[in-house]
């Protein structure tokens, strides 16, 4: 049986390939008629463990991880730092106008230069 993809390269011979010599000399295998059931049962039969997801949290490693976290938490929401101040249009206004005064300082007066940058 000969791949029919048409993305592939039909200019190249697949006739003297081994792959598809050994494919062909072998026979074609399809499953029972009952294959499908008979992998259902044999899933429902077996006897894996079925924890539920709550079991997750009784293993010491989970409980750690859960109070660390916990503390970590409860640290950061009662420190008395305060938040950091967002960077305002101001600074950011400032911050250009000192570029432009060292790219053209001759457009500014002394008085100007020296308020930028005290």
Not at 87 to 113: Q, V
């Amino acid at each position: 049986m000969k791949p029919s993809n048409h993305l592939i390269d039909h200019d190249s011979s697949l006739e003297g390939d081994a792959l598809w010599d050994s494919l062909d000399q072998n026979p074609q295998h399809q499953p029972s008629p009952n294959f499908v059931q008979n992998t259902v049962r044999a899933a429902r039969l077996s006897k894996g463990e079925h924890k539920s997801w709550a079991a997750l949290f009784t293993k010491p490693a989970f409980a750690l991880s859960g109070v660390t976290a916990a503390l970590v938490l409860g640290f950061s929401l009662f420190t008395n730092q305060e938040a950091p101040v967002a960077d305002t249009g101001s600074e950011w206004y400032n911050a250009a106008l000192l570029s432009a005064a060292g790219d053209a300082p001759e457009l500014f007066s002394d008085t100007e230069l020296v308020a930028m940058i005290f």
